[in-house]
């Protein structure tokens, strides 16, 4: 809406930071309303909000004069491109500098193996200053602009994005919006017992409110950090920790934590990162009497970074790692007016969980009962699409898909944990359970994309059978989210077929947290079997390489909300169309141990049939029959059919 006043003060910005720049005005003019109002619904009461406002505003024209120029003319690139992270090119990697390379200046040396691969997207997993044996894989951060010591310096990271940019590859990095360590300065502030920076998290005398909230929070890491309050004995004070104890909730009610963060989101934007990804975005606002979870006001600040990074740093997309219940997920695109105007990419947890009940169970309908929720995403947003990630696996789909099945939801969960946990006698899985709740018995799984497929087991048992399954259901998982839409993020380890690294055993500051058995350490001599024929890691990276290039092949691949379920024929075959401008893949995934046939009527447009069809991925070329002819797959028997 215009809003004469704002204007003026715009004007007045732009002349005092000397902006000359007509689109970062014109995306000035047209966020700035909103800006103001989503600003003004959250610290409207705030004593200093005219004073904070003002603030946040010369934030946003700092962060644009802090952009390099290769930035502003890489951001005018990706504006041309139009939503340029839907592309069917895009394919990621998230990797542990460290435990992949060493440095952060390996790192070049090691780009010929990924972009072989065909990646062209790096998640660097936290880069950033936190404390040893307190830090949660760096999501304690201690200092936001520091890069931790052993990985390199601020100058490495950003000599290696440039070289990233010139390679044409794009750079993702985290945002750690909900806690600091207990180490960061602000905290170290705090229990030095001065108010201002006791303010910036949530503390209190007694156990009260702790209780209250208590109530009502589910608790994260039950076994490892029970509660969501520590106990901090220096200021004898109870502050909030959701996550581990040495990981301090911010206080967003105070705008002042708010722009100091958003001024990090933009120091990272000016690193020349693509896509931030803001780590546990649901749990960025509290309020006694809620689970503290997926709050409105979290939803509003999220767009109000998102407005402000669109004006200043606009060719930096965001990612909410929102892993929350399906419907949940679909708010961090945005609801209402603001659909895709929160997160432009959310982690597709849901899929990801369905795909791993399929394979446990060998019946896809569960995934099937999912996908009225998926299609929900607004076009302009997309998805990334993962089998595993750094995090453990939560069966996080809703109770009503499992009924709908046909099954008991309890019964049905406790079936999938003991089928990767290997408590199931024959379950070829091994995996652990991470982070059981004593009072709920809830709990997720642990255990890298291998082992859990069963490759570890097989390969202990020397069974070259069981080993060629379990890569079969290994592609099955991959190719699955290759093809169903968003970015695909894989995880470093799995293009070689990986298994569990139980070495983190032996270290005390990881010990405590079974996800770091499927966080390994890579060993280059073996990864060097990549390229030897019929080596299980060459097995799994050339099909890897294989999926990526068909994957590239075609823009109908491209996520422009173009994708439709196909129904139900047989509880093991999931499939779903690709289609675009008149051309249209056919996928079609068997989950089961058995053939299965599925009748070619999944071939019918409009009432017309085609002759024949090629299936890209085995190279055959299959004659289409009636509906009473079937076409067949192999057990974990992917086709995708053109
Ligand atoms: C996110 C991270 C996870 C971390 C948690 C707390 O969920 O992915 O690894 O433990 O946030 O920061």
New binding site residues.
């Given amino acids: 809406m215009y809003n004469p006043a704002l204007q003026q003060k715009l004007h007045e910005l732009v002349k005092t930071h000397q902006i000359k720049d007509a689109k970062f005005v014109e995306r000035f003019t047209a966020n700035m309303d909103d800006i103001h109002s989503h600003f003004h619904a959250i610290y409207g009461n705030h004593p200093q909000s005219a004073k904070l406002f003002q603030n946040l505003l010369n934030s946003i024209c700092q962060a644009f004069v802090d952009r390099s120029d290769d930035l502003k003319k890489r951001d005018a690139q990706k504006a041309k491109k139009g939503t340029w992270f839907l592309s069917q090119d895009l394919v990621g990697m998230s990797l542990y500098v460290d435990r992949f390379a060493g440095k952060i200046n390996d790192l070049a040396d090691k780009l010929p193996y990924l972009q072989k691969l065909g990646v062209n997207f790096l998640h660097l997993m936290p880069l950033f200053k936190s404390p040893e044996g307190e830090s ?2 760096g ?1 304690a951060v201690e200092d936001f602009r520091v890069v931790e010591d052993r990985l390199g310096t601020i100058e490495d990271l950003r000599r290696f994005q440039s070289t990233l940019q010139k390679e044409d590859m794009y750079l993702m990095i985290d945002i ?1 919006l ?2 600091t360590s207990h180490h960061h300065e602000w905290a170290k502030l705090a229990k030095s017992g001065i108010k201002e920076y006791q303010d910036y998290f949530y503390m209190y005398d007694n156990r009260l409110i702790p209780d209250q909230m208590e109530n009502t929070m589910p608790e994260i890491f039950p076994e490892s950090s029970p509660g969501s309050f520590t106990y901090d004995e220096k200021l004898d004070k109870w502050v909030m920790t959701v ?1 581990h104890h040495y ?1 301090w909730d911010l206080n967003y009610t105070n705008p002042k934590v708010f722009i100091e963060m958003l001024g990090n989101v933009f120091y990272y934007a000016n690193l020349g990162v693509d896509v931030v990804r803001i ?2 975005p649901a749990f960025i606002w509290k309020q006694v009497g809620t689970t503290c979870q997926n709050l409105p006001e979290a939803h509003q600040l999220l767009q109000l970074i998102k407005m402000c990074t669109e004006v200043a740093t606009p060719g930096m997309a965001i990612l909410g ?1 929102a ?1 929350v219940a399906p419907a949940q997920i679909m708010e961090y695109f945005g609801t209402g007016r603001y659909a895709r105007h929160e997160c432009d990419f959310a982690y597709n947890a849901t899929q990801m969980a369905v795909q791993w009940d399929a394979l446990a169970t060998g019946d896809v309908r569960i995934m099937q009962n999912a996908q009225h929720e998926l299609m929900r995403k607004p076009l302009g947003a997309t998805w990334l699409t993962y089998t595993r990630c ?2 453990d696996i939560g069966l996080g789909y809703d109770d009503y898909m499992i009924d709908q099945a046909g099954f008991t939801p309890y019964d049905h969960r406790s079936y999938i944990k003991n089928y990767y946990s290997g408590v199931i006698e024959n379950s070829p899985a091994k995996g652990a359970l991470f982070a059981v709740n004593p009072k709920t018995q809830d709990a997720r799984l642990s255990g890298s994309l291998a082992s859990l497929c069963g490759l570890e087991y097989a390969i202990d048992r020397k069974d070259n059978a069981a080993i060629q399954t379990s890569i079969d259901k290994i592609i099955l998982m991959q190719a699955m989210s290759m093809f169903v839409g968003g970015v695909p993020m894989l995880f470093y380890g799995d293009e070689a077929g990986y298994t569990n690294d139980y070495s983190y055993l032996e270290d005390p500051g990881k010990s405590y947290d079974n996800r770091w058995m499927h966080r390994p350490i890579i060993n280059w001599e073996q990864n060097k079997r990549v390229q030897k024929k019929g080596s299980v890691e060459n097995r799994v990276y050339s099909a890897l390489q294989k999926l990526i290039k068909l994957r590239r092949s075609s823009d109908v691949l491209a996520d422009v909300k173009n994708i439709h379920w196909i129904p139900n024929q047989n509880n093991s075959i999931a499939g779903f169309t690709r289609f675009k401008d008149g051309e249209k893949f056919t996928c079609l995934f068997n989950f089961s141990s058995k053939l299965q046939a599925i009748s070619w009527f999944v071939m019918d447009e409009n009432g017309q049939r085609p002759a024949e069809v090629k299936d890209l991925w085995s190279g055959e070329t299959l004659h289409v029959g009636m509906d009473h002819d079937h076409v067949m797959l192999a057990p974990y028997q992917f086709r995708i059919l053109f």
Avoid: L, P
């Fill in positions: 949660d894989g999501y750690v909900n806690h996550f990981q780590d546990a790692e892993i750094h995090d």
